[in-house]
């Protein structure tokens, strides 16, 4: 089994930033995708940004030109860099990694989620 354990979420006026972390740990023997997907009330959950193994990037419209997701493969943690949010940005923020474990399983794993509030 792995976790993901992620933090930096918080309140942040309009405007402003928070960076978001994500650290995978447990049984791990590759990991393909890492990325962040948010929920906001009312709504389903929507893919923010991921990045492969190789540096593949893939970004939401919305995000483009906001957000940068980059990945630190050496300590199985990906970051999600938020300028210029916006109100809409509102969400929990989820980690997701699609990994192979020690047991040679490949598997999607989910955080427990970390709260993002854009208000004045």
């Known amino acids: 089994q792995a976790q993901l354990v992620e933090s930096g979420g918080g309140l942040v006026q309009p405007g402003g930033s928070l960076r978001l972390s994500c650290a995978a740990s447990?049984?791990?023997?590759?990991?393909?995708?890492m990325g962040w997907y948010r929920q906001a009330p009312g709504k389903q959950r929507e893919l923010v940004a991921t990045t492969t193994t190789g540096g593949r990037l893939n970004y939401a419209d919305s995000v483009k030109g906001r957000f940068t997701i980059s990945r630190d493969n050496g300590k199985n943690t990906v970051y999600l860099q938020m300028n210029s949010l916006k109100p809409e940005d509102t969400a929990v923020y989820y980690c997701n990694a699609d990994l192979v474990g020690r047991d040679f399983r490949r598997q999607t794993y989910w955080g427990q989620g970390t709260q993002v509030t854009v208000s004045s």
């Open positions: 447990g049984s791990i023997f590759s990991i393909y995708i």
